[in-house]
């Protein structure tokens, strides 16, 4: 199922910021980084991949985890 109704709640600005901050810690596994964020392989993996969104819970933890460089507001979308 698209995640067409999440166009409008959503902004893809947070997913690009996980991947280029994956992208910078390339010693860690999709594993070890859902470890740290206190979810399943597979759930972290369609977030990097945009076919899931976090939860606002998970946006702290990524956040928390990211030293700020992901923050929550970039997970949504920025208004006018």
Same mark, same amino acid.
């Given at each position: 199922m698209?995640? &067409?109704?999440? %166009? +409008?709640m959503f902004d893809t600005r947070g997913m690009e910021q996980l991947h280029a901050y994956i992208? /910078? !810690?390339p010693d860690w596994t999709d594993a070890q980084w859902a470890e740290h964020l *206190? $979810? /399943?392989? @597979?759930h =972290? &993996? +369609?977030? !990097?991949?945009g076919t899931? =969104?976090? /939860?606002?819970r998970l $946006? %702290?933890?990524? @956040? +928390?985890v990211t +030293? *700020? !460089?992901v923050p929550v507001i970039a997970w949504f979308p920025v208004s006018a």
């Open positions: 698209p995640l &067409t109704w999440c %166009v +409008e992208a /910078s !810690r *206190g $979810m /399943s392989r @597979s =972290f &993996t +369609e977030i !990097r991949n899931a =969104f976090p /939860s606002k $946006m %702290v933890k990524i @956040s +928390e +030293e *700020g !460089r």
